[in-house]
């Protein structure tokens, strides 16, 4: 257990836990068990959050399958042991890219809040592309759904 990991709320490193197992083997078929019915995205390519479980897990279930060498790198923890940031890399189409995850956690460890950045410029681009190629029409059917 890293000192990240043991000032996390224990519910919430339960969650984490599986968060990892499940990006390890690109496959977000339990992501439900630690998902928030009202949780939210927040994309780096859309200035407004996706809201709602369905928006969350469609997304990441495809980013999964869209990055090539995910590898985490670092994790922090928040004071109140309830958020934490993953630090990331990985390729998209070729053009490497880094970036983190902020994700936020109720008391029962379920995800309510999972923002990303990334970075550089050309990396967000090769993401947007091929995000937008997937996902495009059930986005934005989802942009009007309120959480």
Do not use: C
Not at 105 to 115: L, S, T
Request: aromatic share 8%.
């Amino acid at each position: 257990m890293t000192a990240a990991t043991s000032r996390l709320a224990p519910a919430v490193a339960e969650s984490l836990e599986k968060w990892h197992a499940m990006v390890a083997e690109a496959n977000l078929a339990e992501l439900p068990a630690i998902l928030h019915s009202r949780a939210v995205f927040r994309s780096p390519m859309a200035h407004t959050p996706y809201p709602g479980a369905q928006a969350v897990q469609l997304i990441l279930g495809t980013v999964v399958k869209v990055f090539e060498d995910f590898n985490y790198h670092r994790q922090f923890a928040d004071a109140d042991g309830h958020g934490v940031v993953l630090e990331f890399s990985a390729k998209v189409n070729g053009k490497e890219l880094k970036g983190i995850d902020m994700v936020r956690f109720d008391e029962e460890g379920k995800i309510v809040d999972f923002e990303v950045m990334v970075r550089p410029m050309s990396g967000l681009q090769a993401l947007g592309d091929e995000m937008g190629k997937r996902l495009a029409p059930y986005l934005a059917a989802m942009k009007g759904v309120k959480a």
